[in-house]
């Protein structure tokens, strides 16, 4: 055997990742801490990594000072041949590019998504915009890696109308984070915004019912590969109840399609380091450093300051996705003394507001801070003893693995991610790292929750111990980018 093989550099490949949101930059959720993990994680394994992302005007001063201005052009878009501004604005942070899509008129306003009015010609735009980007500054990637419904229409666009300009070199990769948004209007908005031409609308690529275009559809059709962000996910996704009418178009397309896990930036997410803690620890103190964590929310959230109590987080945008039905079927129960919860989250009425009446009808065991707060995030997840995931669906979930990270221990629904990263605790041979149910059912949760506190109040030093088997547990990406690179090399040998 040739010894040289295995010491060969591994090839560099070039990509560009296209997506809606990325930290800390702009974050609503999990597709952001991936856009800004997974190209760090690719950058350490040879890949030269541009990240292409709108300039929305919600992006903090401090980095929009930081941009350098690298170009601009005008570019048709519409079907009546209407043309629009280009800027391409760049940072440079770590080894990883980001080009910025610069245009006042679409992404002057949202947060960064408004409604589907505004958010379809947007994002027409954007997934245009940033091939011609690419093509303007003559960056050709291996490998185009786009990222959920916002950017979609990029394989659709780099098959017809860019085919024969340099971009169409590259590969198309369309990763599915949550297949519960597709960017779905009437035929004619879409036809007229997108300007893609009419032989598109039709039900192998874009149509949808009578009369809808469905942008992810379009996307999945022209994709050389689909991934999704979890094993489990990606053969739920095939299945009706899981499928979000794209079921029968996913199994017809499941030659290309497969999953892969996300994993947590872990220099962003460490316990040892995290300065917005009130004390850091590691997995050798975790024992003393959590329960002065714990006090400390309980002091800053106004809870009753007791080390003692079984204290349970919640950190979730407030839709059915998240389970919430089943929390708040469950929610009085829980309360029994020893027991507290906090809540964080924006999201739906009528969640706010249930969250808001239970604690006030709990005054001092429950605390529901409806709002989005990146630090209170963190004092959470090194607060709480137990993090409840009880998902309707989970493409993946980022909670329960920076839960494990930060030794709390993640009460989940065996679902998507969150049965594929979170093991169920087995009381005979003292295995796992969390507690798990399956059916979709407020019984079931309430059953795990206990069987939680149980091991907490009766055989803490199994609970201890299951704390350290999470924190030990390897949640980074470097397993999940390796299999991402492998995919890049397949398309581009
Ligand atoms: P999803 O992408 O479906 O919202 P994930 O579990 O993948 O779910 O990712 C959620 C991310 O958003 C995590 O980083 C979590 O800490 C964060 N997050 C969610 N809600 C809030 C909030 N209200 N305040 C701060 N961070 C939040
Ligand atoms: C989506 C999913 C979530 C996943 C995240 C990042 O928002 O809801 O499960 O972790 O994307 O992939």
């Known amino acids: 055997m040739n010894n040289n093989l295995t010491s060969m550099p591994e090839p560099r490949r070039s990509v560009a990742f296209v997506g809606s949101e990325c930290y800390p930059f702009v974050k609503t959720g999990g597709l952001g801490d991936v856009m800004y993990a997974l190209p760090r994680a690719l950058t350490a394994q040879n890949c030269d990594v541009k990240v292409i992302l709108p300039r929305y005007k919600c992006i903090p001063w401090k980095y929009q000072e930081k941009m350098v201005y690298r170009g601009s052009f005008t570019m048709d878009l519409c079907a009546d041949g209407r043309r629009y501004y280009v800027g391409i604005m760049e940072y440079v942070w770590d080894g990883v590019v980001y080009d910025f899509i610069d245009n006042e008129e679409f992404f002057s306003w949202g947060n960064p998504y408004t409604n589907l009015v505004d958010d379809i010609p947007k994002y027409c735009f954007f997934a245009k915009a940033a091939l011609a980007a690419l093509n303007y500054m003559d960056w050709i990637p291996d490998i185009i890696h786009c990222h959920d419904w916002q950017a979609a229409l990029v394989p659709v666009y780099l098959r017809t109308v860019f085919e024969g ?12 984070h949550n297949l519960r948004f597709q960017g779905i209007y009437d035929i004619p908005t879409v036809k007229y915004w997108s300007g893609l ?17 469905n942008m992810f559809k379009g996307g999945l059709t022209y994709a050389d590969m689909i991934t999704t ?29 497969c999953g892969i896990v996300n994993g947590i930036d872990v220099e962003q997410w460490d316990s040892e380091t995290d300065k917005l803690l009130a ?15 714990k006090m400390a929310l309980q002091e800053k959230l106004g809870l009753e300051q007791d080390p003692d109590k079984f204290v349970i987080g919640l950190i979730s945008r407030l839709t059915d996705q998240k389970g919430l039905d089943l929390v708040n079927a469950i929610l009085p129960n829980l309360i029994d003394g020893n027991t507290q919860v906090v809540i964080l989250g924006t ?3 009528r969640y706010e507001n249930s969250f808001r009446y239970y604690e006030n009808t709990y005054k001092g065991s429950v605390c529901s801070c409806i709002m989005y707060d990146e630090g209170l995030a963190h004092q959470i997840y090194a607060g709480a003893d ?37 093991q169920p605790y087995n009381m005979f041979t003292n295995e796992g790292n969390g507690f798990t149910f399956d059916r979709y059912e407020a019984g079931l949760l309430w059953e795990a929750v206990i069987r939680a506190k149980t091991l907490y109040f009766t055989g803490r030093e199994y609970w201890d111990e299951m704390v350290i088997r999470d924190m030990e547990k390897d949640v980074s990406w470097d397993n999940s980018a390796a299999q991402y690179r492998a995919l890049y090399m397949m398309l581009r040998p």
């Not at 300009?165 to 599915?176: E, M, N, Q, S, Y």
């Not at 004390?279 to 964590?293: H, I, T």
């Open 165 to 176: 300009t340099r971009v169409a070199f590259a590969k198309a990769i369309l990763t599915i």
């Open 197 to 213: 031409p009419d032989y598109l609308f039709d039900y192998h690529v874009l149509k949808q019912g009578v009369d809808d275009a």
């Open 229 to 257: 962000v979890s094993k489990t996910y990606a053969d739920e996704i095939q299945t009706p109840f899981y499928g979000e009418h794209l079921d029968d178009h996913l199994r017809y397309h499941s030659g290309k399609l």
């Open 279 to 293: 004390a850091n620890y590691s997995v050798e103190d975790v024992l003393v450093g959590k329960p002065q964590n």
């Open 347 to 349: 999201g739906d009425a």
């Open 386 to 422: 137990a993090l409840l995931v009880p998902s309707l669906f989970e493409p993946c979930g980022l909670t329960q693995l920076i839960a494990m990270r930060y030794g709390t221990v993640p009460i989940v629904r065996e679902t998507g991610g969150l049965k594929d990263t979170v």
